[in-house]
């Protein structure tokens, strides 16, 4: 549960980091635990556990993650190692890259979005194939092959 850091002072996985409604904040920021953002943020986001853009959250810019919650706006790519959830309201522009995605009703997305690992090519290049999908040239399962 408690850690130390590289000075030696313990740091908790749990603690939240809050810029508040009416603070601005341009630059960049790398947090442990939990990062909320209330006001206006310019700048790139870094490694913390959590990410929680509130209804009143502006943020423009890069964000690398391990999950998101964004309930305000963004405009810039994100990039979550786990989950990025869109809260009713919320209003995102820029590219989107997590492995699960929640998108609730009533949600401005604007942007590509990439979920999962990389796709499989077949040898000799060409499109990848489907998960279950047969080779090309290859029969599909259950249908018999000619002679």
Request: neutral net charge; contains cysteine; hydrophobic residues 30%.
């Amino acid at each position: 549960m408690f850690g130390k850091d590289a000075d030696g002072q313990e740091v908790d996985s749990r603690q939240t980091s809050i810029l508040a409604q009416g603070c601005r904040f341009e630059g960049k920021v790398t947090a442990n635990g939990t990062f909320r953002i209330e006001g206006e943020f310019k700048g790139d986001i870094g490694t913390p556990e959590n990410l929680v853009i509130g209804k009143s959250g502006i943020v423009h810019g890069s964000v690398k993650v391990k999950n998101a919650i964004i309930g305000g706006q963004l405009f810039g790519d994100i990039t979550a190692e786990n989950k990025i959830e869109l809260q009713s309201g919320s209003h995102v522009e820029g590219d989107i890259k997590t492995k699960r995605l929640v998108i609730d009703e009533g949600v401005f997305f604007e942007g590509n979005c990439s979920m999962g690992g990389p796709r499989t090519v077949p040898p000799g290049g060409g499109k990848p194939l489907a998960q279950g999908a047969p080779a090309q040239g290859a029969p599909a399962q259950g249908q018999p092959q000619g002679k």
